[in-house]
T-cell receptor, first 115, second 111 residues
Framework: GAGVSQSPSNKVTEKGKDVELRCDPI?????LYWYRQSLGQGLEFLIY????????KSGLPSDRFSAERTGGSVSTLTIQRTQQEDSAVYLC?????????????FGSGTRLTVV | GDSVTQMEGPVTLSEEAFLTINCTYT??????LFWYVQYPGEGLQLLLK?????DKGSNKGFEATYRKETTSFHLEKGSVQVSDSAVYFC??????????FGKGNQVVVIP
């Protein structure tokens, strides 16, 4: 597609429920990143995919968080047993490393609210 | 690890004023440096970048120069407009092709 697409754009969930957040990167972009943006905390790196593999999962805050990428394209970030501190905007970005690094293209994010 | 530090707090200024947002970095090598902007209700957009020392990135009247000697990449604009009101993030590319971001600065331009 023309840009990075994320869905849903907004999600309200009850504490303890599981949620899935989806990211469709730009076609042909081999690298995909997940970040979390919390009020006053800036952008927190979560996980990075190169193709379907995740060489860097160092930012996942707990074992309740997991992510996968299939077909070198769509990625899903799953949060199990959500807690109120998980409330944030979850941002996905993609880039095309073969052409050199020109920064990321970000999606508009999913705003997650845990009540 | 590699990191970026931005000046604390929001920035409020009048239209046509001069804007500076400070950014310094800590890195083991010579990372590429970026400024991203987030307009209200929108996602992050790349504003400008510089890939080596003394490079100047520029876009939409904004400029930033990669200063190796002071490890800085301050963002400047000579005459801001109300439409420049946004959150600005400084970032560097680390050795793992990951962007490390500063905490961002809210800029509010008053007419």
């Amino acid at each position: 597609g023309a840009g990075v697409s994320q869905s849903p754009s907004n999600k309200v969930t009850e504490k303890g429920k599981d949620v899935e957040l989806r990211c469709d990167p730009i076609s042909g972009h081999t690298a995909l990143y997940w970040y979390r943006q919390s009020l006053g905390q800036g952008l927190e790196f979560l996980i990075y995919f190169q193709g379907n593999s995740a060489p860097d999962k160092s930012g996942l805050p707990s074992d309740r968080f997991s992510a996968e990428r299939t077909g070198g394209s769509v990625s899903t970030l799953t949060i199990q047993r959500t807690q109120q501190e998980d409330s944030a905007v979850y941002l996905c970005a993609s880039s095309h490393l073969r052409a050199g690094f020109y920064g990321y293209t970000f999606g508009s994010g999913t705003r997650l609210t845990v009540v | 690890g590699d990191s970026v530090t931005q000046m604390e707090g929001p920035v409020t200024l009048s239209e046509e004023a001069f804007l500076t947002i400070n950014c310094t970095y800590t890195a083991t090598g010579y990372p590429s440096l970026f400024w991203y902007v987030q307009y209200p209700g929108e996602g992050l957009q790349l504003l400008l970048k510089a890939t080596k020392a003394d490079d100047k990135g520029s876009n939409k009247g904004f400029e930033a120069t990669y200063r190796k000697e002071t490890t800085s990449f301050h963002l400047e604009k000579g005459s801001v407009q109300v439409s420049d009101s946004a959150v600005y993030f400084c970032a560097l590319r680390d050795g793992n092709n990951r962007l490390a971001f500063g905490k961002g600065n809210q800029v509010v331009v008053i007419p």
